[in-house]
């Protein structure tokens, strides 16, 4: 791609030779382990290598487990310094597959999973209103509003107002005063509008009412130690402002009506977003919908717990039913109003389709999350696989789409759905 190509698409720098910029975990990745014929992982990992050819990512991580086993843990690409405005002086960092990653609208699995947990111990009942835990909440109409709908993008409050300025997103008491006063566009949860931000500082303040601690101590309790995380918290502390993969905002820049979808959705712009979620007051915030930092594998670590039934390591993290809870699906495939896709949810997750889901094809059995609509997080329990596909650039629309679906259609094909016999069943 030459230079003038690269900055009508707004594309990093791609070399020739691949395996230059490519981290490989030999040692976490384990086919034979896992009855895995290796073309199954190279016929993923070369869709992966396609989708970095694209050059709207200019870091790319992979973590992929099949039965329990490791079977693709790698990385491609910068963290930092091969962005579409870095100079080829730039110094560069190289993505590797411990390099956390900030998981963006991901985080909402987490964070509802934590909802979860909440009404496993007894402290929450998530047919209750907001209200019950937190009265405030009820001002301008809000009484009614749910934690599950809250949880399921149907809690009629999907966007702060417009004109607030950037800085209210990591200033806690000035968020909850705003959503407070907001009124919503509906409160008997009949209609889907994507809580792009606003739902996890809902979720977040119910949490820390209930239980006393703060939602990263509660994180840090129940999640993160018992699972052995390194990163996987909302933010980063100020140490280590320079350890994450830098964010880019690559691609054809969007035109109406697209660009209009996308300041529903992230209340900006997309060279914006870039802005903000590169500055240390974001990194350092807690955003319970959209600034949790992590590995590829971490976040598959986490799905994996899910498809054990809320299992890992030999430690019981939840119980089966609230993993069943979690990713049970709620309400029809409807018109998602604020991204204007048919989508399926449950309390929390993003749920696949049949015959082509926001998973791949024939994903029926499939739930997870993506963030920042290219990273891909989820487990499907038909094929007993858990994968986390995290890249640092964010293109709305381009030539990367085709490359994209490829590899979804790949991962569904590399792993077809088990005999009933075989699957996992942790719910539907």
């Not at 690269?6 to 990093?12: G, I, S, V, Y």
């Not at 070369?46 to 693709?72: A, K």
């Not at 111990?121 to 001002?139: H, I, K, S, T």
């Not at 029809?332 to 399926?344: E, F, K, N």
Request: glycine share 10%; hydrophobic share 40%; proline share 6%.
């Amino acid at each position: 791609m030459n230079a003038l190509t690269r900055r009508a698409l707004h594309t990093c720098r791609v070399p020739k030779d691949l395996a230059s910029v490519t981290c490989r975990d030999t040692a976490g990745e384990n086919p034979v382990s896992a009855g895995l014929r290796p073309e199954s992982v190279d016929a993923v990992w070369r869709s992966v290598e396609s989708l970095y050819r694209t050059g709207v990512h200019p870091g790319i991580q992979i973590s992929l487990r099949y039965r329990g086993e490791s079977v693709l843990h790698r990385a491609i690409g910068h963290a930092r310094g091969n962005g579409p405005d870095d100079s080829v002086d730039t110094p560069r960092v190289a993505m590797t597959t411990d390099t956390p990653v900030c998981y963006f609208s991901a985080s909402k699995a987490v964070t509802a999973f934590l909802i979860h947990l909440l009404a496993e111990q007894g402290l929450v009942n998530l047919m209750d209103p907001v209200a019950y835990y937190c009265p405030e909440f009820a001002d301008n109409g809000k009484r009614t509003i749910t934690l599950h709908q809250i949880l399921s993008h149907r809690g009629g409050i999907p966007a702060i107002p417009g004109d607030t300025p950037t800085e209210v997103l990591w200033n806690p008491e000035e968020i909850w005063r705003l959503l407070c006063e907001e009124r919503a566009v509906q409160v008997n949860g009949s209609k889907v509008f994507y809580h792009a931000i606003t739902g996890g500082f809902v979720l977040q303040r119910v949490l820390e009412t209930v239980t006393g601690l703060t939602i990263q101590q509660y994180l840090d309790r129940y999640i993160r130690k018992p699972m052995g995380m390194t990163w996987f918290t909302y933010g980063v502390a100020a140490a280590d402002l320079n350890v994450p993969a830098a964010n880019y905002a690559t691609g054809p820049r969007p035109t109406w009506p697209v660009s209009r979808v996308v300041k529903r959705a992230l209340g900006g712009d997309i060279k914006s977003v870039e802005a903000v979620t590169n500055d240390p007051r974001f990194q350092q915030a807690v955003i319970p919908a959209g600034n949790l930092y992590g590995t590829a594998e971490e976040m598959g670590r986490f799905f994996q717990m899910m498809l054990n039934g809320g299992v890992w390591g030999g430690k019981r993290i939840c119980s089966e039913i609230t993993v069943q809870r979690a990713i049970q699906q709620f309400g029809s495939l409807q018109l998602d109003r604020t991204l204007m896709l048919p989508m399926r949810f449950s309390a929390g997750m993003m749920l696949g389709g049949d015959p082509v889901g926001v998973w791949g094809p024939n994903t029926r059995y499939a739930f997870g999350h993506v963030g920042l609509i290219n990273k891909f997080c989820w487990a499907d329990s038909a094929r007993d696989i858990s994968v986390s596909l995290l890249t640092t650039g964010f293109p709305i629309v381009g030539h990367h789409l085709p490359a994209l679906g490829k590899f979804l259609y790949n991962v569904s094909t590399a792993f077809p759905q088990l005999p009933e016999g075989q699957r996992v069943h942790v719910g539907v």
